[in-house]
């Protein structure tokens, strides 16, 4: 299991700082897109989140992953990957004030 957790960690490290690095890219398209949509706000918002939710948020929305994909990367169900982002996008939009369940 110590193995699986150093390859999550090692992963989710490579997905963040690929995230950070699209942001500060001045010649990065994406950059509009954030800044147009308040998406630097969203990106704070979105690393507040408990670690397996921020996850789920990346592999779903940057990652471009199938719910069944997510469940096998992070070693859950699809069901939990669907319900955990759904949660994540609840607490996103009210601004993190939804009670952790």
């Known amino acids: 299991m ?3 957790d ?3 960690r090692a992963h989710a490290q490579t997905v963040y700082k690929f ?4 942001c500060h890219d001045p010649d990065s398209a994406e950059e509009g897109v954030l ?4 998406g630097l706000s969203l990106l704070r918002q979105i690393h507040q989140l408990p670690e397996l939710q921020r996850e789920v948020v990346y592999l779903r929305a940057f990652g471009n992953l199938s719910f069944r994909e997510i469940g096998d990367v992070l070693g ?3 069901n939990w990957a ?3 982002f ?3 996008k609840e607490k996103l939009r009210n ?3 939804e009670d952790e369940k």
Request: charged fraction near 30%; hydrophobic fraction near 25%; charge should be negative.
């Open 86 to 88: 759904y949660r994540s």
């Open 6 to 8: 150093a390859v999550y």
């Open 76 to 78: 859950k169900t699809e």
């Open 95 to 97: 601004g993190g004030t």
């Open 82 to 84: 669907r319900v955990t």
């Open 2 to 4: 110590d193995d699986m």
């Open 19 to 22: 995230l950070l690095a699209q």
């Open 35 to 38: 800044e147009q949509e308040g």
